[in-house]
């Protein structure tokens, strides 16, 4: 049954990694799966939270720090590790390969459990932006197998861990700041009642 899903699974990443195969993807996906190249958006977005997105901007700001440090251990560090999956760009044969191909783990995919991480977090204080944080996770997501560096299982594991970690993480830092405005309404009207 392993072997069975481990063919479906090469098939799907040759799927990918050849048959959609074109220049405009093989110019526009390294470009994508590379982490430096987002720096700056990253950077000027966070600034925007901080500056212009008064309380709330600030709350995702810092749980968005605290969520990609946790959610990029956990699967660098604890599952890569616990799987030993090994890149199907060091295994496999006739791999279009776009990127460099690491000696690190494959399974998950990082980008894929960071991404869809944020974008559950990101969508519970910007719901009507939430098309396009999902999106750009898929998008980069898809890029890993195209590029020949992971598996379309890698991708798809990653994220749905991504989704149960930004999920369990968003419910905490929701409950938290549920306690907290609780906190401060009751303070105020204890204040106000000592005024009187």
């Not at 749980?63 to 999956?85: G, M, P, T, V, W």
């Not at 090994?86 to 960071?114: D, G, M």
């Amino acid at each position: 049954m392993i072997d069975f899903l481990y063919q479906i699974d090469v098939k799907l990443f040759y799927f990918i990694n050849h048959t959609l195969s074109n220049p405009f993807f093989d110019k526009i996906f390294p470009f994508l799966t590379e982490l430096k190249n987002w720096y700056l958006v990253y950077i000027l977005y966070f600034l925007y939270l901080l500056i212009s997105g008064k309380k709330t901007g600030r709350i995702t700001a810092f749980s968005l720090i605290l969520l990609i440090a946790i959610s990029d251990q956990l699967s660098s560090n604890l599952l890569k590790n616990l799987f030993e999956r090994i890149r199907p760009c060091n295994v496999l044969e006739n791999v279009n390969l776009l990127v460099t191909c690491t000696e690190s783990f494959s399974f998950p995919s990082s980008h894929a459990v960071n991404n869809f991480a944020a974008a559950v977090l990101l969508s519970r204080f910007y719901p009507k932006f939430k098309i396009w944080f999902y999106s750009i996770a898929i998008l980069l997501a898809f890029s890993r197998p195209y590029v020949g560096v992971h598996y379309p299982s890698d991708v798809i594991g990653g994220a749905l861990i991504g989704l149960l970690i930004g999920f369990i993480f968003t419910l905490l830092i929701s409950k938290i700041i549920d306690l907290t405005e609780k906190k401060e309404k009751f303070i105020t009207r204890r204040f106000q009642k000592v005024d009187l």
